[in-house]
């Protein structure tokens, strides 16, 4: 049983920078690919950002390609998402996800390949 925690969530401006942190416990990080989802108000849960096991491979959704970096600290069973040039319509609740099973890059972009979830943490971009 994996379990993750996120960390890092808070009130920024539009243009600011912020970096989410999910550690993960219980489980062999390095055999899990990981992803970053966000809920934004009134809207459906939404893929930010995927990486593989060794962190070699990346996937990010359009809206926040070359805005958002994704990358993981197997030693620290941790993966960060720094998120710059944030936007009012970043804002969300940001969770972090874990899967062992094995899959193309662009397939861990898909919710329901997901077998672990974190509880979330704020995120809100003041214009």
């Known amino acids: 049983q994996v379990q993750l925690v996120e960390s890092g969530g808070g009130l920024v401006q539009a243009g600011d920078s912020l970096r989410l942190s999910c550690e993960a416990s219980g489980g062999t990080f390095g055999m899990h690919a990981m992803g970053w989802f966000r809920q934004g108000p009134g809207k459906e849960r939404e893929v930010v950002a995927a990486i593989s096991r060794s962190g070699g491979s990346t996937q990010y959704a359009d809206s926040v390609e070359g805005r958002f970096t994704i990358y993981r600290d197997n030693d620290r069973n941790t993966i960060y998402l720094q998120m710059d040039s944030l936007k009012s319509e970043d804002t969300a609740v940001y969770y972090c996800?874990?899967?062992?099973?094995?899959?193309?890059?662009?397939?861990?972009?898909?919710?329901?390949?997901?077998?672990?979830w974190g509880q979330g943490t704020q995120v809100t971009v003041s214009s």
């Open positions: 996800a874990a899967t062992r099973s094995l899959y193309a890059i662009s397939t861990y972009c898909e919710q329901r390949r997901y077998n672990y």
